[in-house]
């Protein structure tokens, strides 16, 4: 299972989620605490291996301006909250899609991208509020062609939960490795060994 690291801000936080095995890197340039600027983005990524993604997470962007952030930050993919992605952009894209009950059944159907990404309902901010949406309200069984990421409100104390539940593609998390609201290295590094361990059972 892969682990994306998300809202992340400085450079020693990017290096502590590579060191650990982090498979995606998420970057916030939507209305967030977490926000940064695609140069900040450039910079602090330097030294990310290509074999690490590095996404930017976007709240119904501007197609023009998704695009500029995508070429200024030299982002590999783009995850969109807040719209349904009918455009076709030059990284693939992660679709965010809120459980919520019915309507998220709607926004399921017309989703196009390969990636799906199931989140708690927004809050403040969309997306990183620590909060675990009601798993039961999501079946899977119809979306075996697609590339499932579970993220809202994981920890290292439930993150093996969701894996044997949804059994996902990837796993998201950015409130679950911060202390006071700061991102805390050492549970970056406890999250992505939990998430990779794999006799959990």
Same mark, same amino acid.
């Given at each position: 299972?892969?682990?994306?690291?998300?809202?992340?801000?400085?450079?020693?936080?990017?290096?502590?989620?590579?060191?650990?095995?982090?498979? #995606?890197?998420?970057?916030?340039?939507?209305?967030?605490?977490?926000?940064?600027?695609?140069?900040?983005?450039?910079?602090?990524?330097?030294?990310?291996?290509?074999?690490?993604?590095?996404?930017?997470?976007?709240?119904?962007?501007? #197609?023009?301006?998704?695009?500029?952030?995508?070429?200024?930050?030299?982002?590999?993919?783009?995850?969109?909250?807040?719209?349904?992605?009918?455009?076709? #952009?030059?990284?693939?894209?992660?679709?965010?899609?809120?459980?919520?009950?019915?309507?998220?059944?709607?926004?399921?159907?017309?989703?196009?991208?390969? #990636?799906?990404?199931?989140?708690? &309902? &927004?809050?403040?901010?969309?997306?990183?509020?620590?909060?675990?949406?009601?798993?039961?309200?999501?079946?899977?069984?119809?979306?075996?062609?697609?590339?499932?990421?579970?993220?809202?409100?994981?920890?290292?104390?439930?993150?093996?939960?969701?894996?044997?539940?949804?059994?996902?593609?990837?796993?998201?998390?950015?409130?679950?490795?911060?202390?006071?609201?700061?991102?805390?290295?050492?549970?970056?590094?406890?999250?992505?060994?939990?998430?990779?361990?794999?006799?959990?059972?």
């Amino acid at each position: 299972m892969k682990v994306k690291i998300c809202g992340l801000k400085t450079k020693k936080q990017v290096d502590t989620a590579v060191k650990n095995g982090a498979d #995606y890197l998420g970057f916030v340039f939507a209305e967030s605490k977490r926000k940064i600027s695609p140069d900040e983005v450039r910079e602090i990524t330097k030294d990310v291996p290509e074999t690490v993604k590095k996404v930017g997470v976007m709240v119904a962007p501007k #197609y023009e301006e998704a695009e500029r952030i995508i070429q200024q930050a030299k982002l590999d993919m783009l995850q969109i909250h807040g719209m349904v992605a009918t455009d076709q #952009y030059s990284v693939p894209i992660i679709q965010a899609i809120s459980v919520d009950g019915d309507e998220q059944i709607k926004r399921i159907q017309a989703a196009t991208t390969d #990636y799906l990404l199931f989140d708690a &309902p &927004p809050q403040e901010f969309v997306g990183g509020n620590g909060q675990v949406f009601d798993w039961e309200k999501l079946a899977l069984d119809q979306l075996t062609d697609k590339k499932i990421v579970i993220a809202g409100g994981l920890t290292i104390e439930n993150v093996q939960e969701a894996k044997r539940m949804f059994s996902p593609y990837a796993v998201d998390v950015s409130s679950g490795v911060e202390t006071d609201g700061i991102k805390d290295l050492k549970k970056i590094s406890a999250f992505l060994k939990k998430a990779k361990e794999e006799n959990n059972v």
